[in-house]
Nanobody, 115 residues
Framework: QVQLVESGGGLVQAGGSLRLSCAAS????????MGWHRQAPGKQRELVAS???????NYAESVKGRFTISRDNAKNTVYLQMNSLEPEDTAVYYCKADTLVTTYWGQGTQVTVSS
């Protein structure tokens, strides 16, 4: 089993920044890719960004140039630096960890961007 604990969400004004963290524990050696997804009210959960164990990143078009995902394998933690936040970024953000056989999710952290 892998446990994921997110932190760093909150309320911010448009144009502001937040940094999300996700700490993994448990069978961490089994984790391959890690990433962030988000779900806004009435919408499907969508990929925000992902990073492989080797550091290869992938971003949703809507966040490219504004968000940066990074991973510290020594600390078993993945980060999401979010800059130039927009009201459309308001959502619950979920950390995700993939192993060869299954996917684990965090409990989610709320990000609210006011206009």
């Amino acid at each position: 089993q892998v446990q994921l604990v997110e932190s760093g969400g909150g309320l911010v004004q448009a144009g502001g920044s937040l940094r999300l963290s996700c700490a993994a524990s448990g069978r961490i050696f089994s984790i391959r890719d890690m990433g962030w997804h988000r779900q806004a009210p009435g919408k499907q959960r969508e990929l925000v960004a992902s990073v492989t164990r080797g550091g290869i990143t992938n971003y949703a078009e809507s966040v490219k140039g504004r968000f940066t995902i990074s991973r510290d394998n020594a600390k078993n933690t993945v980060y999401l630096q979010m800059n130039s936040l927009e009201p459309e970024d308001t959502a619950v953000y979920y950390c995700k960890a993939d192993t060869l056989v299954t996917t684990y999710w965090g409990q989610g952290t709320q990000v609210t961007v006011s206009s």
